[in-house]
Nanobody, 123 residues
Framework: QVQLRESGGGLVQAGGSLRLSCAASGSTFNLYTWAWFRQAPGKEREFVAI??????STDYADSVKGRLTISRDNNTVYLQMNSLKPEDAAVYYC??????????????????WGQGTQVTVSS
């Protein structure tokens, strides 16, 4: 089993920055992909970013490209968020999967999830 724990959320003004962390423990050697999703009230959970096990491959949702950066250091994955907008406000979830899927933007692909961390952006 794998446990994921996010941290780093909080309140920030529009244009500001936050850095989210996701620490993994347990059987992490099985993990192939790591991703961040977010869910705003009344909306579906949406893909934000993904990084491969090697860290050499990443992808982002169009809405965050150029502003958010995913990175990985051993068993911790980070999401550096710059130039935050009010529409970025949501609960951010870390997810991990044990295989690569071409539909990596689909939450159903991932086997493990963290509890989420709230990001609030004031205008």
């Amino acid at each position: 089993q794998v446990q994921l724990r996010e941290s780093g959320g909080g309140l920030v003004q529009a244009g500001g920055s936050l850095r989210l962390s996701c620490a993994a423990s347990g059987s992490t050697f099985n993990l192939y992909t790591w991703a961040w999703f977010r869910q705003a009230p009344g909306k579906e959970r949406e893909f934000v970013a993904i990084i491969s096990r090697s860290g050499g491959s990443t992808d982002y949702a169009d809405s965050v490209k150029g502003r958010l950066t995913i990175s990985r250091d051993n068993n911790t994955v980070y999401l550096q968020m710059n130039s935050l907008k009010p529409e970025d406000a949501a609960v951010y979830y870390c997810a991990a999967g044990v295989y690569y899927s071409s539909t990596y933007y689909d939450p159903r692909v991932y086997s493990f999830w963290g509890q989420g961390t709230q990001v609030t952006v004031s205008s």
